[in-house]
């Protein structure tokens, strides 16, 4: 079951819900936007490896915004922290961003139960596109679960700052 907006509200205010800073200008009628967080990272390897760390680095989007050609591929983060230890987030990219030619988090809108932190946002560009710090990218909507609820504690958890990928973790 999804949450509505007024239903966030509440639960944010219970402190059920995660979400700092908080603008209520945000809250829609059931998600609340996410902003582009001032940083992103681009690998530098040219085969990415799942077994192996990848070579990364991470700049600050200027101000004036970064340009996005076709088929470039980012990690970038939310400016907002988010989380939950009682529904599930799920991220969803805006309307207005998908029509832009800006593909956000295509296959990882799943944030786990009790995962807490800044989300890395995957963006891929389908048509040339600009992006600035700030700007409203993104919406999370909560899920209330079903059955007794396991918390995350995985590798991602408590994250500042664009993530990269953690799977040769898994093969330790």
Request: charged share 25%; net charge negative.
């Amino acid at each position: 079951m999804i949450l509505t907006g007024s239903k966030i509200r509440e639960e944010i205010g219970a402190g059920n819900i995660i979400v700092e800073p908080f603008d209520e200008s945000q809250l829609s009628t059931n998600s609340y936007d996410l902003r582009l967080g001032y940083k992103y990272l681009k690998y530098r390897d040219g085969v990415i490896d799942p077994k192996k760390q990848h070579l990364y680095d991470v700049y600050d989007i200027p101000k004036e915004g970064l340009q996005l050609e076709v088929g470039d591929f980012l990690l970038s983060e939310s400016l907002e922290v988010i989380g939950s230890d009682h529904f599930v987030p799920i991220i969803h990219a805006k309307s207005g961003t998908a029509r832009a030619g800006l593909f956000v988090h295509v296959t990882a809108d799943l944030i786990d139960i009790g995962s807490i932190g800044k989300t890395t946002f995957q963006l891929y560009a389908t048509l040339p596109v600009k992006i600035y710090p700030e700007m409203l990218l993104a919406q999370v909507s909560f899920w209330r679960p079903e059955g007794e609820i396991t918390l995350y504690k995985g590798k991602y958890q408590n994250t500042t700052g664009p993530q990269p990928s953690k799977t040769y973790l898994d093969y330790a």
